[in-house]
């Protein structure tokens, strides 16, 4: 389990010409469907693209590694060659809109878990232009939330301890190695400070 979820890293360059097929795809989905979910209203659908016409209409929409300025995003043969749009129904929607979104967090990372078990990377794309929604004809109560880019990693990434002045940026190296840094298991534990009890 560690070993698969310390793999589990977000990538953003691929060998493009590597496809997805639509059953891997499908057995994503089969994933993402038995996450759990607040009042178990499971109110997510995915819209799957994975040819080469769809992915070209998709990709400019998308923002890429904010922290990266001077790299515009991945260039022409390392794009991603599947993508997962996760689509809000809002006519399944039990809780408040924050449950849903938790919801979708367990989701997406049974989505990214399953398909690094299959040596496809992953990056999950929050910051896309609202006009990628235009692209598709889609009912008023779909909304979409977030997209799961897809593809064979064509890139190193290697997860470090966070320096002690917190800097949390992810950050490459010469070699185009790229590094993320997470905070420590130390400083991810609050220590215990119980209060008297009162009388
Ligand atoms: C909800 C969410 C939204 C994200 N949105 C973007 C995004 O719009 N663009 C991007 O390049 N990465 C995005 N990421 C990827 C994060 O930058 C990435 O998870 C973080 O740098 C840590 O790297 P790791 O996933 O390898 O641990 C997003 C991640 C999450 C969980």
Not at 120 to 134: D, H, M, Q, T, V
Request: aromatic share 8%; with cysteine; net charge positive.
């Amino acid at each position: 389990m560690q070993e698969i979820i310390a793999k589990t890293r977000t990538f953003r360059r691929f060998v493009e010409k590597e496809p997805i097929s639509t059953a891997i795809l499908h057995e994503l989905i089969d994933l993402a469907r038995l996450a759990g979910s607040a009042r178990n209203g499971q109110p997510w659908q995915y819209l799957l693209a994975n040819t080469p016409e769809m992915c070209a209409r998709i990709f400019p929409h998308l923002g890429w590694a904010g922290y990266l300025t001077d790299w515009k995003g991945p260039v022409e043969g390392e794009r991603p060659s599947s993508y997962i749009l996760c689509l809000l129904n809002r006519n399944w929607l039990r809780g408040s809109e924050g449950e849903a979104q938790f919801d979708l967090g367990i989701a997406s990372q049974n989505i990214l878990l399953g398909a690094m078990s299959k040596r496809i990377g992953g990056c999950r794309i929050a910051s896309f232009n609202p006009k990628l929604a235009e692209l598709f004809v889609l009912p008023d109560h779909l909304q979409l939330s977030l997209v799961i880019a897809l593809g064979k990693p064509r890139e190193t990434v290697i997860i470090e301890d966070c320096r002690d002045d917190g800097d949390i940026r992810y950050w490459r190296d010469e070699h185009g190695g790229h590094h993320v840094p997470k905070r420590t298991l130390k400083s991810c534990l609050v220590p215990l400070q119980l209060r008297p009890a009162a009388g």
